[in-house]
Nanobody, 124 residues
Framework: QVQLVESGGGSVQAGGALNLSCAAS????????MGWFRQAPGRQREAVAI????????YYADAVKGRFTISRDKSKNMVYLQMNSLKPDDTAIYYC?????????????????WGQGTQVTVSS
């Protein structure tokens, strides 16, 4: 069993930055693929960035490449999402998710552990 707790959301103006954190419980942390997903009103949940905890391999959605960075701290069982140059289109609830199965999959249905979500609002 893995429990995930996100923090760090908030409201910023366009061009600003936010850093999201996700704390993972359990002793199988290094076996996980973890990621950040987001869901805006009226839209489907979509992958933002994924990381393989053991090796640090990453995946980014095209919409965030060059602006967002996913990272992990294995000593603290943490995953982070540094978001720079934020745009109003980035406004959404951001969720931390995890799975044990292999692959940097962007499909939300493959992730079995989810956090409660944190709101990110970017104003123009």
């Amino acid at each position: 069993q893995v429990q995930l707790v996100e923090s760090g959301g908030g409201s910023v103006q366009a061009g600003g930055a936010l850093n999201l954190s996700c704390a993972a419980s359990g002793n199988m942390y290094s076996s996980l693929h973890m990621g950040w997903f987001r869901q805006a009103p009226g839209r489907q949940r979509e992958a933002v960035a994924i990381i393989k905890i053991s090796l640090g391999n990453t995946y980014y959605a095209d919409a965030v490449k060059g602006r967002f960075t996913i990272s992990r701290d294995k000593s603290k069982n943490m995953v982070y999402l540094q978001m720079n140059s934020l745009k109003p289109d980035d406004t959404a609830i951001y969720y931390c998710a995890a799975k044990f199965s292999a692959g940097l999959s962007p499909r939300p249905t493959e992730y079995i552990y989810w956090g409660q979500g944190t709101q990110v609002t970017v104003s123009s």
